[in-house]
């Protein structure tokens, strides 16, 4: 049985630090795309990082590119979302994902991209305070 399980979210002030992790298990790690989607109350789930685990290529949403780094550890099955320089409006639920094959490559692509993924995790929040 697939398994995502998030961690790391919590509440920072505006400018602050913070990274999230996902451990996956119960499903080849290797060949897939990883990803970093976001909910904010009213708004569409939306997509901000993700990477291909067999070579490591990332794509990152315009809102957040500069700012978050995706990044896997593959010995642990693992993927970060380091996040700096974050804003009020990056307050959102976080959620991974995960799906056989690439990763969408175009921003475009990569934020309206929910529907291509399979497999997800429980989420966790962040909120920024300004």
């Known amino acids: 049985q697939v398994q995502l399980v998030e961690s790391g979210g919590g509440s920072v002030q505006a400018g602050g630090s913070l990274r999230l992790s996902c451990a996956a298990s119960g499903y080849s790690y290797r060949s897939n795309c990883m990803a970093w989607f976001r909910q904010a109350p009213g708004r569409e789930r939306e997509g901000v990082a993700a990477?291909?685990?067999?070579?490591?290529?990332?794509s990152y949403a315009d809102s957040v590119k500069g700012r978050f780094t995706i990044s896997q550890d593959n010995a642990k099955n693992t993927v970060y979302l380091q996040m700096n320089s974050l804003k009020p409006e990056d307050t959102a639920i976080y959620y991974c994902?995960?799906?056989?094959?690439?990763?969408?490559?175009?921003?475009?692509?990569?934020?309206?991209?929910?529907?291509?993924?399979?497999?997800w995790g429980q989420g966790t929040q962040v909120t920024v305070s300004s």
């Open positions: 994902a995960s799906e056989r094959g690439p990763c969408p490559q175009s921003p475009r692509d990569l934020v309206t991209s929910k529907p291509y993924f399979g497999y």
């Open positions: 990477i291909y685990t067999g070579g490591g290529s990332t």
